[in-house]
C-alpha cells in the first residue's frame, strides 16, 4: 500500500562530505518540482560534518545515527520511507536522469511479478561499470543479481523480507536479499535504460575488512542457502579463496576471526530450490576453486 510517495530515494554516508555534498545537489536537481519523490539521507555516525550539512538542506529527510551501523544504517532509512518503491543508492552514485526515475516506477508499476530493478552502471562519461552481478551485455532480462549503488525494490517487498541483513554490516549483502527475494517468487530484471552514475570514489577500506566480511558474510550465505554436497564444496573453496585474500594483504588473524565468526553463529537453513541455484550459478562461480584456478590458468 503507498504510504504517501511513488518513490524513495536512499542512500547512505560515512565520512564522505565531498561525495554527500555532490548526490545531494544532483538529486534535488533530479527531484525538482516532484511532491510524489522523497530524498532520505542516512549519516552513519560521520565525523566530517556530513551531519551538520545533511541537517541544513531543504528538501531532505535527514537520519543521523550516532555510531556506524554499517549496512543497517539503510535499514533506518528504508523504514522512514514513505514510497510504494524505492531506489537506493551509495553516497557516490546518482540517477543520470530525470528519465531513469521514470522508467523505475513504470517497470514496476506494469509488471507485479518483478521485484527489483537492476540498473545500469557507469562512470560519469558513459562507460559502464560491469560486475559479475549483473548479465554480460546490455540487454534488458532477467538478472541474477544487482548492484547496490544503484537498484529499484518494491517497498513492501524489502519490508516483508526484512531489509538489510543487519549482521553483515559490509559486503554480499545484496545476495542475501536476491536470494529472499527470489524465494518470495518475486523476479529481478537488468535494464540498461535506468541508469545511475557512480563515481566510484575509493574507500577508506582497510585490508582487515577487505578479508573479514566477506570471509564470513560469503560463508553464512552457503550455510544458509546451498544442500549437501554443494555446501561442502563451496565452503572448502571458500575457506582456500578467502585465505589467499589473507596472505596477500597479511591478515592472517583477520581471517581466522573471520572463519570462527562464521562458524561458530548459527544461521537458520533456508535451502533455495534448485531452479533459484540455477539461475545464480554465476555465484557459485565466483566462490569455486575450480573456477578460480580454471580462470587464472
Known amino acids: 500500500m503507498s504510504l504517501g510517495k511513488r518513490l524513495s530515494i536512499v542512500f547512505l554516508n560515512y565520512n564522505r562530505l565531498h561525495e554527500t555534498r555532490q548526490t545531494v545537489e544532483q538529486l534535488l536537481q533530479l527531484c525538482r518540482n516532484r511532491n510524489d519523490f522523497e530524498i532520505?539521507?542516512?549519516?552513519?555516525?560521520?565525523?566530517?560534518?556530513?551531519?551538520?550539512?545533511?541537517?541544513?538542506?531543504?528538501?531532505?529527510?535527514?537520519?543521523?545515527?550516532?555510531?556506524?551501523?554499517?549496512?543497517a544504517g539503510y535499514n533506518e532509512g528504508f523504514k522512514r520511507s514513505r514510497g510504494d518503491y524505492l531506489l537506493v543508492l551509495d553516497d557516490d552514485s546518482c540517477p543520470r536522469d530525470t528519465a531513469t526515475l521514470e522508467r523505475l516506477?513504470?517497470?514496476?508499476?506494469?509488471?507485479?511479478?518483478?521485484?527489483?530493478?537492476?540498473?545500469h552502471i557507469e562512470t560519469p562519461t558513459g562507460e559502464a561499470q560491469w560486475s559479475w552481478h549483473l548479465p554480460p551485455e546490455p540487454v534488458a532480462g532477467p538478472s541474477p543479481f544487482f548492484i547496490g549503488c544503484g537498484f529499484a525494490i518494491r517497498r513492501d517487498?524489502?519490508?516483508?523480507?526484512?531489509?538489510?541483513?543487519?549482521?553483515?554490516?559490509?559486503?554480499?549483502?545484496?545476495?542475501?536479499?536476491?536470494?529472499?527475494?527470489?524465494?518470495?517468487?518475486?523476479?529481478?530484471?537488468?535494464?540498461?535504460?535506468?541508469?545511475?552514475?557512480?563515481?566510484?570514489?575509493?574507500?577508506?577500506?582497510?585490508?582487515?575488512?577487505?578479508?573479514?566480511?566477506?570471509?564470513?558474510?560469503t560463508l553464512w550465505l552457503i550455510l544458509r542457502y546451498y544442500p549437501q554436497p554443494e555446501a561442502s564444496y563451496l565452503l572448502l573453496s571458500r575457506l582456500l579463496i578467502g585465505l589467499g585474500r589473507a596472505l596477500q594483504f597479511g591478515e592472517l588473524r583477520t581471517y581466522l576471526n573471520a572463519v570462527r565468526d562464521a562458524f561458530c553463529t548459527p544461521v537458520e537453513r533456508q535451502i533455495l530450490p534448485a531452479e533459484i541455484r540455477r539461475e545464480a550459478r554465476v555465484f557459485w562461480r565466483q566462490n569455486s576453486l575450480f573456477h578460480h584456478l580454471f580462470k587464472q590458468a
Open 40 to 71: 532520505i539521507a542516512v549519516d552513519n555516525g560521520s565525523s566530517d560534518g556530513t551531519a551538520g550539512f545533511l541537517q541544513a538542506q531543504d528538501g531532505i529527510v535527514a537520519i543521523l545515527l550516532d555510531n556506524n551501523m554499517g549496512i
Open 105 to 119: 516506477i513504470q517497470a514496476l508499476d506494469h509488471d507485479p511479478g518483478l521485484g527489483i530493478v537492476a540498473c
Open 157 to 217: 517487498l524489502f519490508e516483508a523480507i526484512g531489509w538489510y541483513p543487519e549482521d553483515f554490516f559490509l559486503y554480499q549483502n545484496e545476495i542475501d536479499v536476491t536470494f529472499r527475494v527470489r524465494r518470495k517468487g518475486y523476479r529481478i530484471e537488468y535494464r540498461p535504460d535506468c541508469r545511475v552514475v557512480h563515481r566510484g570514489a575509493p574507500g577508506q577500506r582497510p585490508g582487515w575488512r577487505r578479508v573479514y566480511f566477506p570471509t564470513r558474510n
